[in-house]
């Protein structure tokens, strides 16, 4: 596709069950991100990754969140025992190799993600 | 202490007019990239204009422009001639630390953003 592609568009899941968002880049893109955005909240960085290692991972807010990226490609996030306080939208950013300082994001739509 | 900072969580503005929308930043990095995004109700954020800490010239993409004041630490967004489609959440974003000898830097940090309605 022309671009980054997440899916489900929108996710409701019970308090305590495991959620799994996916993140489609765009292609040839090395670089991948996810942010979170609270409602009336700006953007919360969660992690980034470079090919399918991840660098930084210090915006992961507990161990109930993990995500991994195979073949430079597709990545996965994953959040565990979900909790009331998850409910947000999980948007998803690739680039090429992110390591020129103007380099742009492109973003995907987002997971709408509501726990109940 | 906030790297960004937007002081206007609502904007509003006549069809056909110009508005600023204010960001200012905190960096001790002599070399860093100030970013604004728009984010219709679609929820997808598109890139509008960038602008490098080393620039000599204020960004200008079309009706968007830039009015980069180092000094004053601020990248505030101008736009010209509002349009309907203009009505959107604008975010102003920073990335840091790119230094001549190397040392990438990969994370933009973003401000809470400023809704910004147009009216016809």
């Known amino acids: 596709g022309a671009g980054v592609s997440q899916s489900p568009s929108n996710k409701v899941t019970e308090k305590g069950k495991d959620v799994e968002l996916r993140c489609d880049p765009i292609?040839?893109?090395?670089?991948l991100y996810w942010y979170r955005q609270s409602l009336g909240q700006g953007l919360e960085f969660l992690i980034y990754?470079?090919?399918?290692?991840?660098?930084?991972k210090s915006g992961l807010p507990s161990d109930r969140f993990s995500a991994e990226r195979t073949g430079g490609s597709v990545s996965t996030l994953t959040i565990q025992r979900t909790q009331q306080e998850d409910s947000a939208v999980y948007l998803c950013?690739?680039?090429?190799?992110?390591?020129?300082?103007?380099?742009?994001?492109?973003f995907g739509s987002g997971t709408q993600l509501s726990v109940l | 202490a906030q790297k960004i900072t937007q002081t206007q969580p609502g904007m509003f503005v006549q069809e056909k007019e110009a508005v600023t929308l204010d960001c200012t930043y905190d960096?001790?990095?002599?070399?860093?990239?100030l970013f604004w995004y728009k984010q219709p109700s679609s929820g997808e954020m598109i890139f509008l204009i960038y602008?490098?800490?080393?620039?000599?010239q204020n960004a200008t993409e079309g009706r968007y422009s830039l009015n980069f004041q180092k000094a004053r630490k601020s990248a505030n967004l101008v736009i010209s001639a509002s349009q309907l489609g203009d009505s959107a959440m604008y975010f102003c974003?920073?990335?840091?630390?790119?230094?001549?000898?190397?040392?990438?830097?990969?994370?933009?940090?973003f401000g809470k953003g400023t809704l910004l309605t147009v009216n016809p």
């Open positions: 950013a690739s680039s090429l190799p992110g390591e020129v300082i103007g380099e742009k994001l492109f």
């Open positions: 292609s040839g893109h090395t670089a």
């Open positions: 990754f470079q090919g399918n290692s991840a660098p930084d």
């Open positions: 960096t001790s990095d002599p070399s860093y990239g």
């Open positions: 602008q490098g800490s080393y620039d000599q």
């Open positions: 974003a920073m990335r840091e630390g790119l230094s001549n000898s190397g040392g990438s830097n990969y994370k933009l940090t």
